[in-house]
């Protein structure tokens, strides 16, 4: 019993001392979140209204944009890369139904538009 | 006694007993199951937005309706205000996690700042929130409530739809309003942890989990105004 509370404090105490993130990779981090949020307002100042990219692609490209700064956020400021698999699959599996519920919901806003008088 | 011992050694995968499987405090734990929860209420928010907006033939333009800086300038300038709150929110972003990275090594006075800064970063974001929304009041807009008729043939690009509007305007203040809550109550958690940190509450417990767990929280906050900024400013 005793030996068993040892191993436990011995993880805990492993725990508390396990690595952070380095303060050169935090910059980087923000880096890259500075550097797609510039790419996004080139696309939107410059890149649609000029004529470069059609408003339906700009959509497309904001969104995988958006995707990769989550992807950053969650990623490496919330540490998530570096937590076991098990954490990793509860908090972002989940995220089915809601994907899920996004073609559900823009179908349906679909068929609105095309079956609705015009309002 | 030896078949004690063989029982023992089966025990070494981390599901197999005996330790946390995920080596994860239990507050953690709890802070990441709130988040997913949350992150569901804003998705349903954001996922009706988009319905509505699929479901119109005509949608205020972004670009048309977010072009003033408050107290600055009037009109002409899309995008300049929100790209500021969106690097305020980020910038912010960056101080937590250097104060998390502060906390890894101990280092109580490298906490405090951060800390401090992150909190200012807070409070500047929900300043600049604050004085878009009365500009946006000042336009006429509201929950519920439009700009008359002459006002909106500015806002869009083709026709105009007073319901479009009316739905756009709801949305809008309705979800930043959600957001700019929960910036706001990261904003008092933030400072309850500075008085924790200044008081020496963490350095008797040997640890700064506390710092990382509203880090959790404070990033998330960060995440949903990434995902607000795209589907209200750009898309």
Known sequence: MSELHTDHAHAEHAHGAHEGLSKKKIWQVFGILLAITVIEFIIALWAIPGGHMSQHIGNYVYIILTLFKAFYIVAYFMHLKYEKIGLQLCVSVVFIFILYFIVLMLIEGGYLHLHMPLV | ?235
């Open chain 2, 1 to 235: 006694m030896s078949s004690l011992s063989q029982l023992d050694q089966v025990k070494t995968t981390p599901w197999s007993g005996g330790r946390s499987p995920w080596s994860v405090e239990y507050g953690k734990i709890m802070m990441w199951f709130f988040l997913v929860s949350d992150a569901f209420t804003f998705s349903s928010l954001l996922v009706y937005y988009g319905s509505q907006r699929f479901s119109k033939f005509t949608w205020p333009d972004p670009d048309l309706v977010f072009q003033s800086v408050p107290g600055l300038v009037d009109g002409g300038y899309p995008l300049v205000f929100v790209g500021i709150m969106t690097f305020i929110l980020i910038m912010s972003s960056v101080t937590m996690v250097l104060a998390v990275e502060a906390g890894h090594r101990r280092s109580k006075r490298e906490v405090i700042w951060w800390m401090v800064a992150t909190i200012i970063g807070g409070l500047m974001f929900l300043g600049c929130q604050a004085a878009e929304w009365t500009h946006l009041f000042h336009e006429g807009f509201g929950w519920g409530k439009i700009p008359p008729m002459e006002t909106l043939h500015h806002l869009f690009t083709g026709e105009v739809s007073t319901v479009s509007a009316l739905q756009f305007s709801n949305l809008f203040f309705t979800i930043t309003g959600f957001h700019g809550f929960h910036v706001f109550s990261g904003v008092i958690i933030n400072i309850i942890i500075l008085c924790m940190t200044i008081n020496g509450t963490f350095e008797k417990r040997g640890h700064y989990l506390m710092v990382e767990k509203v880090g959790l929280y404070w990033h998330f906050v960060d995440l949903v105004w990434v995902f607000v900024f795209t589907f209200f400013y750009l898309v």
